[in-house]
């Protein structure tokens, strides 16, 4: 399972959602729909992202960057200090500087909100 349409098919069919219903709540026609299941055409940004909301997935596993099919979340449970603090111990020391990093830039930015 290789290629976007492969893992959109995989995902819809995984959880019961018919190819109609999810070309209605992207808001797209079920040819269309089709031709991305089938590879023929590719979705643009947008779409993708749409895509990976409706089925509760990560555009990373969309696209093939990672095998995981995290689920889409909009809770700040699911990202709890101990659950990121246990992430990052398993970084390693390059990848740990990147997240300080980008922390940094996200907090000062929240600071000029």
């Avoid at 959109?8 to 269309?32: F, H, N």
């Avoid at 390693?92 to 000029?112: F, P």
Wanted: proline share 3%; glycine share 4%; charged share 25%.
């Amino acid at each position: 399972m290789n290629t976007i349409g492969e893992r959109i098919s995989y995902i819809r069919d995984l959880q019961g959602i018919k190819q109609k219903e999810l070309a209605e709540i992207i808001g797209v026609t079920k040819a269309t729909m089709s031709k991305y299941e089938n590879n023929i055409n590719i979705p643009n940004a947008d779409i993708l992202c749409k895509i990976s909301e409706a089925l509760r997935t990560s555009t990373d596993y969309l696209v093939g960057r990672t095998n995981r099919m995290v689920p889409y979340t909009n809770t700040t449970e699911a990202y709890s200090p101990e659950k990121l603090f246990n992430i990052i111990l398993k970084l390693n020391d390059e990848n740990k500087i990147r997240v300080y990093e980008r922390a940094v830039t996200l907090w000062e930015l929240q600071q000029k909100e």
